[in-house]
């Protein structure tokens, strides 16, 4: 019997193939948004032209084209400095209901996962809290918070709380029991297992989390506006709601515009925030995976 050792088998690196391949996802998650986004706009010119001719013919202003939409949305004086100062308001909204969502999620997320009673008593109102329409308790809200920028953050928080609780909860609880074993072993307290085991192994999923939940808080801020205008605080959703009336729809759709541009402005400023924390390890290893 021959006592010598096989040769390990030592696995290697294609650098250069590997900073190729990360350069050409680069530029597919560049040009592939891009190609796309000039489709739509050449459908949208397509549309107002050829593809509702009758309904335009009693309703011309209803589907402007896009470079009407620049024309006398964007580069109107009067609507830009409104869209300008509505986005500041809305912005201010957004992250300020956000912000509140992130840490009365995640404390709630932390309690879930460390005792089971807790998510049992405390999820079944999380859902109802979801698909509770916001309409439904306008009345309600006014009563409590008033007609101010304080009732629009209520709605953000309201609308953006449950993908945050949901993505936490499932990084915390989805930590290998191996590695819980280790920790057991080494007689480490709960909160040394949950600072050093369970909140860096759930940071991809709470992060996913955040992207979601920053579009949401965009969508609240502007639906929170639509019903709570009281105060010299006008957002993106009571310009658009302005400019109803008034049949400018050109500077409705570029409200539209730039409310769209605000939340995927967020959505990549948390994915940015992502990548520098949670490091490129998550993505190498997904991307590996596909």
């Not at 609507?79 to 308001?89: H, P, Q, T, V, Y």
């Amino acid at each position: 019997m021959s006592n010598e050792r096989e040769p390990a088998e030592v696995w290697h690196i294609d650098a250069p193939a590997l900073a190729a391949k990360k350069k050409s996802f680069a530029w597919t998650s560049v040009i592939g948004p891009v190609i796309l986004f000039m489709l739509f706009l050449a459908f949208w010119e397509l549309m107002h032209r050829h593809g509702f001719r009758e309904w335009l013919h009693k309703n011309p202003k209803l589907l402007p084209s896009p470079v009407t939409v620049v024309d006398s949305g964007f580069m109107n004086t009067i609507i830009r400095g409104k869209l300008i100062e509505g986005l500041g308001w809305t912005t201010y909204a957004s992250f300020v209901g956000l912000g509140i969502t992130i840490v009365l999620g995640m404390t709630l997320a932390v309690l879930m996962a460390q005792a089971r009673w807790v998510e049992m008593s405390v999820y079944p109102y999380l859902v109802a809290l979801q698909a509770i329409p916001v309409l439904a308790i306008v009345p309600l809200i006014y009563i409590v918070f008033g007609g101010g920028m304080t009732s629009r953050i209520y709605v953000c928080i309201m609308i953006s709380i449950f993908p945050i609780v949901t993505n936490t909860l499932f990084g915390l609880t989805s930590v290998d029991s191996s590695q819980h074993d280790l920790f057991t072993l080494r007689n480490a307290s709960s909160f040394t297992r949950l600072m050093k085991l369970q909140f860096p192994a759930a940071m991809p999923a709470i992060f996913t989390g955040f992207r979601i939940s920053a579009g949401l808080a965009v969508i609240g801020a502007i639906v929170g506006e639509q019903f709570f205008r009281q105060g010299q605080k006008p957002g993106l959703g009571v310009v658009i709601d302005q400019l109803r009336p008034r049949g400018q729809y050109p500077g409705m759709y570029a409200g539209v515009i730039v409310a769209s541009l605000l939340g995927i402005s967020i959505f990549f400023l948390f994915g940015f925030v992502s990548r520098l924390v949670v490091g490129h390890w998550y993505e190498d290893t997904r991307k590996a995976k596909k």
